[in-house]
């Protein structure tokens, strides 16, 4: 759960932090919508075709993986920040990673939590406990990235 908060709230803070960096570098509307769409197009397509490649027996490895994946990508972000070499193509690009990893990591966290369960019948509190956790990263992720990126820029968002 503890795990699972961090990476909540951790992808949402990066996320509205590569709005408002993109919206700060380019001013265009049509360019922040392309980075929304890679972040969260690939949810269409790769989602289902991961989440029926996904079984009990993989889920930890491949929601591992996803996970050191998502590390790789914001060190990669915080060091072009650092180096001043974060554009917006970079951060397009970095974006359809973020967005095709995302996707991946929903269903096999998903399969994670109902093999975990060493009792079925607490399967309806996982579920709940799965999505308090989503929807308070919803809330909470942006608001730290709404203060943080003003305040301190976006290598501390990244941190």
């Given at each position: 759960l503890s795990g699972q908060i961090a990476s909540v709230l951790g992808s949402w803070t990066q996320n509205v932090t590569l709005n408002l960096l993109?919206?700060?570098?380019?001013?265009?509307?049509?360019?922040?919508?392309?980075?929304?769409?890679?972040?969260?197009?690939?949810?269409?397509?790769?989602?289902p075709v991961a989440g029926s490649r996904i079984r009990s027996e993989n889920a930890r490895r491949v929601t591992l993986c996803v996970l050191m994946t998502s590390l790789v990508l914001t060190a990669s972000l915080f060091v072009l920040s650092f180096a001043g070499m974060l554009g917006v193509k970079l951060i397009l690009a970095h974006a359809l990673a973020i967005g095709i990893s995302s996707a991946i990591e929903v269903p096999a966290r998903q399969v994670l939590l109902l093999s975990s369960l060493r009792n079925a019948s607490l399967t309806s509190n996982a579920v709940a406990m799965n999505t308090m956790?989503?929807?308070?990263?919803?809330m909470v992720g942006p608001t730290i990235a709404g203060f943080v990126y003003p305040a301190f820029g976006e290598r501390m968002s990244f941190a």
């Open positions: 993109v919206y700060h570098l380019s001013g265009s509307a049509a360019i922040l919508a392309l980075l929304n769409f890679l972040l969260y197009g690939p949810q269409l397509i790769v989602a956790v989503y929807n308070v990263g919803r």
